[in-house]
Nanobody, 127 residues
């Protein structure tokens, strides 16, 4: 199993930046993908970004592409979400999630495919 702990959320003005971290512990020697989801009040959880096990392939929701960058440092068992040019509509609780996989990393944006979740970190963007 993998345990995940997010950090780095906070309050920022529109146009500002934040960097979220997702520290993994436990069974981190196996290949696992990391994804970021977010959930705003009254809305469903939505996919934000994902990265495959070695960081060679990344995926983004259209709403964040070009503003957010997902990355990982496997030596430190940590994933990152760099968020630039933040907008008020980015306000949400952000969750990192992980799943083991072999072969093709598919259904990247489906929250049901992820077995492990962090506790979430609040991101608030003021206008």
């Amino acid at each position: 199993q993998v345990q995940l702990v997010e950090s780095g959320g906070g309050l920022v003005q529109a146009g500002g930046s934040l960097r979220l971290s997702c520290a993994a512990s436990g069974r981190t020697s196996s290949s696992y993908a990391i994804a970021w989801f977010r959930q705003a009040p009254g809305k469903e959880r939505e996919f934000v970004a994902a990265i495959n096990w070695n960081g060679g392939v990344t995926y983004y929701a259209d709403s964040v592409r070009g503003r957010f960058t997902v990355s990982r440092d496997n030596a430190k068992n940590t994933g990152f979400l760099q968020m630039n040019r933040l907008k008020p509509e980015d306000t949400a609780v952000y969750y990192c999630a992980a799943r083991y996989y072999s072969g093709r990393y598919s259904n990247v944006g489906s929250s049901n495919e992820y077995d492990y979740w962090g506790q979430g970190t609040q991101v608030t963007v003021s206008s």
